[in-house]
């Protein structure tokens, strides 16, 4: 049997219309930030419909580095597309599956990779994930939004400082955005990060089940 996902982006189109300000990016419209694995993820996204696999698997690694779970689910996609099942459902492990929108696919995915794995491959799919916790795992991406949180900079001066000193932002476009609310959401996505981008994605197909 077969099984194929097809997992699509409708909502990060809003990213094209971004500002840089303190080296971090905001969405032109809404004032948002754009957390930096939307912006990997983003950019994985137009290197996989471009054809370049390859760019799309480093950007769609370096969003999971920052705890994306969408990065990860289509790295562990990857996988399974080339019949890498003990590498695709490592990754998969990886997914605190409640915080998806799409939890039963995504446990009808994981128990059919299970099923048609061997209990060697198991044992292999277990040491994989071990590894792969030590730089995708929860506490190894909180402790890397800290590290981003901590290092951005404008002109040598933490980004955290200099939102202090300023009572608001002005994009490009004209928005202004309130300083500590930008703090605000730089916090948030640290400490509680909603991986909001899962609402972007959308199962519209499944075929079949997996196959060796």
């Given at each position: 049997m077969k099984k194929t996902i097809i997992l699509i982006l409708v909502l990060f189109s809003s990213i094209i219309m971004a500002d840089d300000i303190y080296n971090l990016k905001f969405n032109s419209m809404t004032g948002l930030l754009i957390n930096p694995d939307e912006q990997y993820l983003s950019k994985g996204l137009t290197d996989k419909k471009e054809g370049r696999i390859e760019s799309a698997l480093n950007?769609?690694?370096?969003?999971?580095?920052?705890?994306?779970?969408?990065?990860?689910?289509?790295?562990?996609?990857?996988?399974?597309?080339?019949?890498?099942?003990?590498?695709?459902?490592?990754?998969?492990?990886?997914?605190?599956?409640?915080?998806?929108?799409?939890?039963?696919?995504?446990?009808?995915?994981?128990?059919?990779?299970?099923?048609?794995?061997?209990?060697?491959?198991?044992?292999?799919?277990?040491?994989?994930?071990?590894?792969?916790?030590?730089?995708?795992?929860a506490l190894a991406t909180l402790l890397k939004r800290q590290e981003w949180r901590d290092n951005a900079k404008t002109s040598n001066v933490p980004v955290k400082t200099a939102l202090r000193s300023a009572a608001t932002l002005v994009l490009r476009s004209g928005l202004t955005v309130d300083s500590a609310f930008v703090m605000s959401q730089i916090n948030g996505y640290v400490y509680n990060h909603k991986f909001s981008g899962q609402n972007a994605f959308t199962i519209l197909e499944e075929q079949g089940a997996i196959t060796k």
């Open positions: 950007n769609f690694t370096k969003s999971a580095g920052y705890g994306n779970y969408i990065a990860m689910s289509l790295i562990g996609y990857h996988h399974m597309e080339n019949k890498q099942y003990i590498d695709s459902l490592a990754w998969l492990q990886l997914i605190d599956v409640d915080k998806l929108t799409n939890k039963d696919n995504m446990l009808d995915v994981k128990t059919r990779l299970e099923a048609y794995l061997t209990p060697e491959e198991m044992t292999e799919v277990h040491a994989r994930r071990k590894e792969l916790k030590n730089t995708y795992g």
